[in-house]
């Protein structure tokens, strides 16, 4: 937790093994967390990088459809195998399978798409949002609080993130409304590496999504006996934006049914520009009472 910044650049700094079947192969640490079990935003982000690394430098993500397949061990390093399902005149696609003991944790597709003109218009960023300036961060909201997972949300995160109206770690305060917003931005300035900004977003992405459907509820993260996991991850790379600057995350969940939540997001620069859109289902298992 000294430096979270260099540990998620050392996370997305995946190893090129040499070895070649039909796929690619590459491997990757584990960071550490509380629980045990590996983030599923940097299992995801992983698997994005090593897909990038078998797409040439003309073409870029533009999506990503991953599933959540078992939990992680923080313990272990997890394996990459990347299949070139296609490369096509403009597009290429990519089928990243991550494995840890033999067997998968997550298994993603995505495509990549050249430099290319056409139609152009986006959502407008919600007006009203507080400035990312006046709003107290994680370490603020957190500071005391003895946990071990206090302390690696306020402390332990590559990424400064400030709720719109307010976190939800031990209450949900205001209305119990299906949305809320986040700014987030890496705590240090990153590389220009484009491609580590698309893959240090994706990872970002997955910390807060499913709190759209916690406030909906009035469930808070400290709730004894909650239970929530992710059972899938979509995201589209509508234009490029660098996260060491900051982003406004909107997140609304429209359902929220049979133990799953479904949630939706877009991600803003803070001039107004859309650069990604974000989908992803969890299971959130509330005790009764």
Same mark, same amino acid.
């Given at each position: 937790?000294?430096?979270?910044?260099?540990?998620?650049?050392?996370?997305?700094?995946?190893?090129?093994?040499?070895?070649?079947?039909?796929?690619?192969?590459?491997?990757?640490?584990?960071?550490?967390?509380?629980?045990?079990?590996?983030?599923?935003?940097?299992?995801?982000?992983?698997?994005?990088?090593?897909?990038?690394?078998?797409?040439?430098?003309?073409?870029?993500?533009?999506?990503?459809?991953?599933?959540?397949?078992?939990?992680?061990?923080?313990?272990?390093?997890?394996?990459?195998?990347?299949?070139?399902?296609?490369?096509?005149?403009?597009?290429?696609?990519?089928?990243?399978?991550?494995?840890?003991?033999?067997?998968?944790?997550?298994?993603?597709?995505?495509?990549?798409?050249?430099?290319?003109?056409?139609?152009?218009?986006?959502?407008?960023?919600?007006?009203?949002?507080?400035?990312?300036?006046?709003? &107290?961060?994680?370490?603020?909201?957190?500071?005391?609080?003895?946990? &071990?997972?206090?302390?690696?949300?306020?402390?332990?995160? &590559?990424?400064?993130?400030?709720?719109? &109206?307010?976190?939800?770690?031990?209450?949900?305060?205001?209305?119990?409304?299906?949305?809320?917003?986040?700014?987030?931005?890496?705590?240090?300035?990153?590389?220009?590496?484009?491609?580590?900004?698309?893959?240090?977003?994706?990872?970002?992405?997955?910390?807060?999504?499913?709190?759209?459907?916690?406030?909906?509820?009035?469930?808070?993260?400290?709730?004894?006996?909650?239970?929530?996991?992710?059972?899938?991850?979509?995201?589209?790379?509508?234009?490029?934006?660098?996260?060491?600057?900051?982003?406004?995350?909107?997140?609304?969940?429209?359902?929220?049914?049979?133990?799953?939540?479904?949630?939706?997001?877009?991600?803003?620069?803070?001039?107004?520009?859309?650069?990604?859109?974000?989908?992803?289902?969890?299971?959130?298992?509330?005790?009764?009472?």
């Amino acid at each position: 937790m000294s430096d979270p910044l260099s540990g998620l650049l050392a996370a997305l700094d995946l190893t090129d093994t040499g070895a070649r079947t039909t796929e690619d192969i590459f491997t990757g640490p584990s960071q550490w967390m509380p629980h045990g079990r590996v983030f599923g935003g940097q299992v995801l982000a992983q698997s994005l990088v090593a897909a990038m690394r078998t797409v040439g430098d003309d073409r870029f993500v533009h999506s990503m459809h991953g599933y959540f397949l078992r939990p992680g061990d923080i313990s272990l390093p997890i394996t990459f195998s990347v299949d070139r399902i296609h490369d096509g005149r403009s597009f290429s696609t990519r089928r990243t399978q991550a494995y840890q003991s033999g067997v998968p944790i997550l298994s993603m597709i995505a495509s990549f798409q050249d430099d290319d003109e056409g139609l152009e218009h986006q959502a407008t960023m919600p007006d009203g949002i507080p400035d990312p300036e006046s709003l &107290p961060s994680s370490a603020t909201s957190l500071e005391g609080i003895d946990h &071990p997972v206090a302390k690696v949300w306020a402390y332990g995160r &590559p990424f400064d993130m400030r709720h719109v &109206p307010s976190p939800i770690y031990f209450s949900v305060e205001g209305e119990h409304v299906p949305h809320q917003a986040v700014w987030l931005k890496a705590i240090g300035d990153l590389p220009d590496d484009p491609n580590l900004h698309r893959a240090a977003l994706a990872y970002a992405s997955d910390y807060s999504i499913l709190e759209s459907v916690m406030r909906a509820h009035g469930v808070p993260w400290a709730t004894p006996g909650l239970k929530i996991a992710s059972l899938d991850h979509a995201m589209w790379w509508h234009r490029f934006g660098r996260v060491d600057q900051w982003l406004l995350y909107v997140q609304e969940s429209p359902s929220a049914t049979g133990g799953r939540g479904l949630a939706l997001g877009r991600i803003y620069d803070r001039s107004g520009v859309l650069l990604a859109s974000v989908a992803q289902e969890g299971t959130l298992r509330v005790p009764k009472g």
